[in-house]
């Protein structure tokens, strides 16, 4: 099974010029689904991960997945003003227009090691925002990992040290 063939390209969305790849045909097929998240599953189960942080919000489909399966925490990296209590944020420059993200401050305690997830790395702006805030709370990044890859992007270049793994490659 390729799982290339459950991502549909819906032309000119969210705005012209884009080719936007939509993940619902994935996420629609069972055994598509299961077969990504055991992938992912996969990469991961002999690297000593303490939490997996995923990102609002389609991130949060396949981190919470994995964490199930790998039984670890989930930690919510969550788009600005959408977690209560004690935050800290990193704004960037996303595809479309700036954004800034947060977690909360008691998320991540020293030393953790951290797998972040997210559905898709282009530039890999919001990844390495979250990156940021992992190690601000004195976490050390495992990895990051996206469904989706927009290589032509180059996500790698920005994320520098912090590898990036994806299961499909545009």
Same mark, same amino acid.
């Given at each position: 099974? *390729?799982?290339?063939?459950?991502? *549909?390209?819906? $032309?000119?969305? $969210?705005? !012209?010029?884009?080719?936007?790849?939509? &993940?619902?045909? =994935? /996420?629609?097929?069972?055994?598509?689904?299961?077969?990504? #998240?055991?992938?992912?599953?996969?990469?991961?189960?002999?690297?000593? #991960?303490?939490? &997996?942080?995923?990102?609002?919000?389609?991130?949060?489909?396949? @981190?919470?997945?994995?964490?199930?399966? =790998?039984?670890?925490? +989930?930690?919510?990296?969550?788009?600005?003003?959408?977690?209560?209590?004690?935050? #800290?944020?990193?704004?960037?420059?996303?595809?479309?227009?700036?954004?800034?993200?947060?977690? %909360?401050?008691? !998320?991540?305690?020293?030393?953790?090691?951290? /797998?972040?997830?997210?559905?898709?790395?282009?530039?890999?702006?919001?990844?390495?925002?979250?990156?940021? +805030?992992?190690? *601000? +709370?004195? @976490?050390?990044?495992?990895?990051?990992?996206?469904?989706?890859?927009?290589?032509?992007?180059? $996500?790698?270049?920005?994320?520098?040290? %912090?590898? +990036?793994? !994806? /299961?499909?490659?545009?």
């Amino acid at each position: 099974m *390729r799982l290339e063939d459950y991502i *549909r390209t819906i $032309p000119d969305f $969210p705005k !012209s010029g884009i080719m936007f790849k939509d &993940i619902s045909p =994935l /996420l629609g097929n069972v055994e598509a689904f299961k077969k990504c #998240i055991d992938e992912i599953s996969k990469i991961y189960t002999k690297t000593n #991960i303490d939490k &997996i942080a995923a990102f609002d919000a389609r991130g949060f489909i396949f @981190g919470s997945v994995v964490a199930y399966k =790998l039984g670890l925490p +989930l930690v919510m990296i969550r788009k600005k003003g959408k977690l209560p209590g004690k935050v #800290i944020q990193e704004s960037y420059q996303g595809e479309y227009a700036p954004a800034t993200i947060e977690i %909360h401050q008691d !998320s991540i305690q020293k030393g953790d090691r951290v /797998l972040l997830v997210d559905d898709v790395a282009a530039v890999g702006a919001c990844m390495k925002a979250g990156c940021k +805030l992992i190690e *601000r +709370l004195g @976490g050390k990044i495992v990895g990051c990992f996206t469904v989706i890859e927009f290589t032509s992007m180059n $996500p790698q270049k920005l994320l520098g040290k %912090h590898k +990036l793994i !994806s /299961l499909i490659k545009y």
